[in-house]
């Protein structure tokens, strides 16, 4: 298993790494990696691996098909080198890219708590973000705006916290999702805590005070059921 550097923090931009296998259909494996893998509506990270002789591999995303229970593999851009098994390479974040998934992931967990009903579906990009929720009326939008942008400028810390596979099992309350599964398989759930305003568990990444987010605005409350409702977050 590689170790997943970017749980504990989100804000290394390179690390040193070593390979510990690369897959038929030519995915790289480390012994540990920076690379946040798709899951959880968040997008894998792009960037690249330097290696020792002054090339670099171009890796365009990071799966782990199987979740927290297999390793994560970098998938290179076409065309690329392929590595050697035991080859030192530094990984290299696309930071900026990064960065702004930081920033929206964290602002969605910030909507959850201005709309605290159960979450349908998530989705994270790069300049907006979204949530639905089981909610049969549609809110006023100005409204949740003004709520949303309140909690970023109030500056709260951003942490996590572990606890057990057993200990979330015997916590149901703490998942605000309806159909996504935390990351668990490892034993151990990772809970991302806001200030004293919010608590759930997530492997995503966030940044470590919500004034780091930004100004954001709303977009058009989209009706997707008779109790579903689509909430579009932008940066401002």
């Not at 929206?104 to 579906?121: E, K, M, Q």
């Not at 709520?147 to 605000?176: C, F, M, R, Y």
């Not at 987010?213 to 579009?232: C, D, F, Q, S, Y």
């Amino acid at each position: 298993m590689s170790a997943f550097v970017f749980r504990e923090d989100s804000y290394a931009r390179t690390l040193p790494v070593t390979v510990t296998a690369v897959t038929p259909e030519g995915g790289i494996v480390l012994d540990r990696t920076i690379f946040y893998a798709t899951s959880g509506g968040q997008p894998g990270d792009t960037g690249r691996l330097e290696r020792a002789n002054g090339q670099f591999i171009a890796i365009a995303g990071a799966v782990h098909p199987d979740g927290d229970k297999t390793a994560i593999l970098h998938l290179p851009a076409t065309d690329q080198p392929q590595p050697e098994v035991g080859e030192a390479l530094t990984a290299v974040l696309d930071w900026e890219r990064r960065h702004k998934l930081m920033r929206i992931h964290t602002a969605l967990h910030l909507l959850s708590v201005v709309l605290p009903y159960p979450i349908t579906g998530a989705s994270v990009s790069e300049d907006k973000g979204r949530v639905d929720f089981n909610l049969p009326d549609s809110p006023d939008p100005a409204e949740v705006e003004r709520q949303l942008n309140a909690l970023v400028e109030a500056g709260h810390p951003v942490s996590s916290e572990w606890i057990t596979d057993a200990e979330l099992e015997a916590n149901p309350g703490l998942i605000k999702s309806m159909n996504v599964k935390p990351p668990m398989g490892q034993g151990r759930v990772r809970l991302v805590r806001i200030g004293d305003i919010d608590l759930q568990p997530c492997g995503g990444t966030h940044v470590a005070n919500t004034r780091e987010i930004g100004p954001l605005k709303l977009g058009k409350i989209e009706k997707k059921g008779a109790i579903n409702r689509r909430v579009t977050v932008f940066f401002a």
